[in-house]
């Protein structure tokens, strides 16, 4: 490790002794995704192929122990919420701290920190359709991802940010493989696709209580008559393919949780006539004019801050009030050298603009940032774990002081986001 940052911050026990309101159980889940996880040889042969949903990943490079594992894509706590990026710390190579180690005790699974035992958790099931494909012999599993709550699929496979060299948020690493093989801009997608979707979510609605939302997403899609006019284009056709499988199973309605483009109000009321969809997100990503120009700068040019803050705010007229979340990147307006200087600084400036957008009746849905490989803060620090303590705490109260709920972002839709994990001590 860089240096010696178990002296410069609070520990995980000292931050649950100071915010005794805060649930342990977040507090530790926060801390998991901030320092990532590594696994022993006895926790990755306890991952079952037949059971669990992984990934290869490649360890050991350029020594004898050179191998390729098949790595859980996520973990799940006793409380239900998750931990959704839990690739091997060699591969994730988050710098400047120690993994917390993933290793069993009595055949069940547990993390640890320097040695000592903590909490029992598990690896994510895949879902029933996972191996199966589709009438055009596609895969499901290219189709849709999983979370034990969810279905993701992705509707569009790239983001248009990032043609421009430089113009793609600093701390994603969404594309790095796009840009290996050469391709950013466009769409993958054709007919054949949400032909695909229609059958992969018809396969996944079969498999009873295990998914509680259907979750959209899709990088900037900046083509069309209007910006962000093809993108549109994308998620209607996604979302009518999946509502055929949801009247087909004759369920009245099926939550949806769209993340996309900043759209425009004229976009939002088509989407909202032309498909099943009552909830939507949009990601400022940083609280912060400045630093959104020089994080994000690819929204910036197309959508500028102000704009993209317009456009959540005329959404909540369609959607109504608390139907409207604005994802963060949690911690990445610390980073240097143009972020704040001080923990403290940031949380002041960071809470007060939260303040202010959930007076306009829009929520948050807060991630904790990840310096990873292939994204241009790759050997940036994140903040302390007090620091996202109190930043999940002050985006939780920011809601709660406006009245607004968190339905597709709880632990039973979700789980994944520390703010509205709290909702369940509302
Ligand atoms: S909008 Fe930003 S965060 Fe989202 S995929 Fe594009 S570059 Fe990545």
Redesign the pocket.
């Known amino acids: 490790m860089s240096d010696n940052w178990r002296e410069n911050e609070l520990s995980l026990k000292e931050v649950i002794a100071k915010y005794p309101e805060f649930p342990p159980l977040i507090a530790l889940k926060i801390d998991v995704d901030r320092r990532g996880v590594s696994y022993t040889q006895a926790a990755f042969d306890k991952v079952d192929l037949s059971v669990h949903q992984t990934s290869k990943q490649k360890i050991g490079a350029g020594t004898e122990n050179e191998r390729e594992v098949d790595v859980p894509m996520g973990i799940t706590y006793r409380d239900g919420t998750v931990s959704c990026s839990t690739d091997h710390h060699e591969v994730t190579k988050f710098t400047h701290r120690d993994p917390y180690v993933i290793d069993v005790v009595d055949g069940k699974l547990f993390l640890f920190d320097q040695g000592e035992q903590l909490e029992e958790i598990t690896y994510w099931e895949k879902p029933d359709f996972w191996d199966k494909k589709t009438s055009n012999g596609t895969p499901m599993r290219k189709i849709a991802t999983a979370r034990p709550q969810r279905i993701t699929i992705d509707v569009g496979d790239l983001?248009h940010?990032?043609d421009k060299p430089g113009n793609?948020?600093k701390y994603?690493s969404?594309?790095a493989n796009a840009l290996g093989n050469g391709k950013t801009t466009g769409c993958t997608r054709t007919e054949e696709f949400y032909q695909d979707v229609y059958e992969t979510f018809k396969e996944a609605l079969k498999q009873k209580g295990r998914f509680s939302q259907l979750h959209v997403v899709s990088?900037?899609v900046l083509t069309g008559e209007e910006l962000f006019d093809d993108e549109v284009d994308h998620y209607i056709k996604v979302l009518q393919a999946a509502n055929r499988a949801v009247d087909e199973a004759k369920y009245p309605k099926f939550p949806i949780k769209m993340v996309a483009s900043a759209f425009s109000k004229k976009q939002l009321e088509r989407l909202y006539k032309e498909t099943p969809q009552t909830t939507y997100t949009t990601d400022l990503e940083v609280l912060n004019e400045e630093l959104f120009k020089w994080i994000?700068p690819?929204?910036a040019e197309f959508v500028t801050y102000q704009g993209w803050k317009k456009r959540l705010f005329d959404s909540v007229e369609v959607f109504g009030r608390g139907n409207v979340t604005c994802g963060l990147v949690g911690g990445v307006e610390l980073a240097q050298p143009n972020g704040f200087k001080s923990e403290d600084e940031a949380l002041e400036a960071v809470l007060a603009e939260a303040n202010d957008i959930a007076e306009h009746g829009v929520t948050f849905a807060e991630i904790v940032w990840q310096t990873r490989p292939g994204s241009a803060f790759v050997h940036q620090k994140v903040p302390s774990l007090e620091y996202y303590v109190r930043l999940a705490q002050g985006l939780a109260d920011a809601r709660r002081k406006n009245g607004l709920h968190v339905y597709t972002d709880d632990y039973r839709r979700c789980g994944n986001h520390p703010n509205s994990d709290l909702s369940r001590i509302d």
Request: proline content about 0%; hydrophobic content about 25%.
């Open positions: 983001c940010f990032w793609g948020c994603c969404w594309q990088g900037s994000c690819g929204k």
